[in-house]
């Protein structure tokens, strides 16, 4: 099966320089382990894994760690000799059969910097290909570097990741070299249970979180709709009663209209008969109220009416034109209103 990116990591560091590295979980616990036995001498270790280009993106990934029982220390210079070296690859070959060396590691007191030409003597010598990884680890600190070798140098790596999965071949060795090493298994798999525990606990809490945003995401987004409908409706209502208005104000006009006319021809019959009683009896009289039969008699000008304006309301009106508001009712009355507030801007009113 090929190997995709782990999905259950966790990151140490700035991870975005090339290579990426992955450290398996045991392998991590087991180097931490040997701290305890470094804060006497520096302890060197061999790196085993894998290198792959996942995601167009190198990755190294270290499934396993040989302890250097040959490593020694002569006037402060790190030294491994070839028989050593040819037995640990030996040994590494044994427990990590499906791994190739992928670099090595010093544990030990001080800092990286005073090791500089040594280490890449030791990296050039036996770890020399490209992509090859040096770790270093504070033995009283939790402080620890990664470097890849590459265009003839080693080059600090700025993070990488602990990643978890079954890792039976680097139990294994944990097991069998307890002695040696000084690392029983039942601290390592205290340490094991107490991550797996700790990292049970991150994933239910995050998908409680991811459940709960989820949740009030569906109820808000519930109430929005609802909020909506409402408004729809209420505007759907406010334009039904405007219509009704407006059909309301339209009848009325033609009322008028009709009125008007009616009072027109009435007044035209009253002048004609007037004009044949003037003719029959020969006498041609002027009446007081002959001024008056234009308008008097229901014939409706435009002074009988008021455009409304912009910002008016009938209080405002009967104001302006009667000099008070008690003429509102009889505005409302004689235009049919049911509502003072429903005028708009251009509207004739019928006056009182």
């Known amino acids: 099966m090929e190997r995709q990116l782990p999905k259950n990591v966790r ?31 520096p302890v060197g270790v061999i790196l085993a894994g894998e290198v792959l280009e996942l995601e167009d993106e190198k990755a190294v990934f270290v499934s396993g760690a040989v302890q250097m029982q040959e490593l020694s220390e002569k006037d402060g210079k790190l030294e491994i000799g070839q028989d050593g070296m040819k037995h640990m ?27 500089n030409r040594e280490v890449k003597k030791i990296q050039e010598r036996e770890f020399g290909q490209e992509g090859s990884l040096f770790l270093w680890k504070n033995a009283r600190e939790q402080d620890e ?29 944990m097991i069998n070299t307890r002695k040696e090493n000084g690392v029983t298994p039942s601290e390592v798999v ?3 249970a107490a991550k797996n525990f700790r990292s049970a606990v991150r994933e239910k ?25 409402v408004i729809g409706i209420t505007t759907v209502n406010n334009f039904d009663k405007m219509k009704a208005v407006q059909n309301s104000l339209e ?4 009322t008028v209209g009709g009125g008007q006319a009616d009072a027109k021809t009435r007044t035209e019959t009253a002048e004609t008969e007037k004009n044949n009683a003037k003719e029959a009896s020969g006498t041609v009289k002027k009446a007081e109220g002959t001024t008056t039969s234009e ?14 304006q912009k910002g008016e309301t009938l209080a405002g009106i009967s104001q302006k034109l009667y000099g008070d508001t008690s003429h509102v009712k009889a505005i409302c009355k004689m235009n049919g209103l049911s509502d003072g507030n429903l005028i708009y801007i251009g509207q004739k009113l019928l006056l009182p």
Do not use: C
């Not at 890849?148 to 890792?167: R, V």
């Not at 009848?251 to 033609?254: G, I, P, Q």
């Not at 308008?295 to 000008?301: A, E, F, I, N, P």
């Open 11 to 41: 990151q140490i560091g700035n991870v975005s320089d090339n290579p990426k590295i992955y450290v398996e979980d045991y392998v991590d616990t087991y180097l931490n382990q040997l701290r305890e036995k470094a804060k006497e001498q």
């Open 89 to 115: 690859m030996e040994e590494a070959a044994q427990y990590f059969p499906e791994s190739h060396i992928v670099g090595w590691g010093i544990v030990e007191e001080g800092n990286p910097m005073s090791r």
């Open 145 to 173: 570097i990664f470097y890849a070798y590459k265009f003839g140098e080693l080059m600090q790596i700025g993070g990488h990741y602990i990643y978890y999965e079954k890792n039976p071949e680097m139990q294994n060795y």
């Open 190 to 192: 205290e340490d094991r």
């Open 205 to 229: 809490m995050e998908y409680k979180e991811q459940h709960q945003s989820s949740a009030f995401a569906y109820i808000t987004s519930a109430v929005l709709v609802l909020i909506v409908l």
């Open 251 to 254: 009848t009325l006009s033609e």
């Open 295 to 308: 308008t008097s008699d229901g014939q409706l000008s435009d002074q009988d009416f008021y455009v409304v």
